[in-house]
T-cell receptor, first 119, second 107 residues
Framework: EAGVAQSPRYKIIEKRQSVAFWCNPISGHATLYWYQQILGQGPKLLIQ????????DSQLPKDRFSAERLKGVDSTLKIQPAKLEDSAVYLC?????????????????FGEGSRLTVL | KNEVEQSPQNLTAQEGEFITINCSYS?????LHWLQQHPGGGIVSLFMLSSGKKKHGRLIATINIQEKHSSLHITASHPRDSAVYICAVHDGNKLVFGAGTILRVKS
């Protein structure tokens, strides 16, 4: 079974430039997450999709970050314009079922992450 | 105060030692995950618990719902166990992650 695919693995940009990350979840997984992990910290949820709908984007800095999952399969996360503090690893994860259902807490599968350095 | 607290933050052990990593949380949860992250690598799910205890190879995870506490144990530790171990709880709406425990096992 193919895992969660992410690209690019590494990206270096200057501040105020834009960047986009792509994620292809495991086939059939309805729930997709984007996390930001700053060095030395645990992952922080940016946005959670259920199929192509947004379930939770309360921690997404919407003035500069956007994400979409138009066909309910793969997803893109965009940062425009980037700031120095956006330097982090951006992790995509997927699960088979929606974790909001108490009786269905699906196992999470993570991609390798996309490491962003903003200079 | 963070909703998910892990201890210790850093742990160095000798090969063969029994290791315990603790996770305490302050919210009601529907499930708790233990995750492993190797340097430069992605995150791998080790366990998902809602009650009791689970075992996989040399890894054991326990959870006490009343005390809002979980432990991850590694028996007969090995240098390849060196990684960051992350506890994450699902509060019924979203996952909340701890900061992780950095484990280094020396040979």
């Amino acid at each position: 079974e193919a895992g969660v695919a992410q690209s690019p693995r590494y990206k270096i940009i200057e501040k105020r430039q834009s960047v986009a990350f792509w994620c292809n979840p495991i086939s059939g997984h309805a729930t997709l997450y984007w996390y930001q992990q700053i060095l030395g910290q645990g992952p922080k949820l940016l946005i959670q999709f259920q199929n192509n709908g947004v379930v939770d984007d309360s921690q997404l800095p919407k003035d500069r970050f956007s994400a979409e999952r138009l066909k309910g399969v793969d997803s893109t996360l965009k940062i425009q314009p980037a700031k120095l503090e956006d330097s982090a690893v951006y992790l995509c994860a997927s699960s088979l079922v929606y974790l909001g259902q108490i009786s269905n807490t699906g196992e999470l599968f993570f991609g390798e992450g996309s490491r962003l350095t903003v200079l | 105060k963070n909703e998910v607290e892990q201890s210790p933050q850093n742990l160095t052990a000798q090969e063969g030692e029994f290791i315990t990593i603790n996770c305490s949380y302050s919210v009601g949860i529907s499930a708790l995950h233990w995750l492993q992250q190797h340097p430069g690598g992605g995150i791998v799910s080790l366990f998902m618990l809602s009650s009791g205890k689970k075992k996989h190879g040399r890894l054991i995870a326990t959870i006490n719902i009343q005390e809002k506490h979980s432990s991850l144990h590694i028996t007969a530790s090995h240098p390849r166990d060196s990684a960051v171990y992350i506890c994450a709880v699902h509060d019924g709406n979203k996952l909340v992650f701890g900061a992780g425990t950095i484990l280094r096992v020396k040979s």
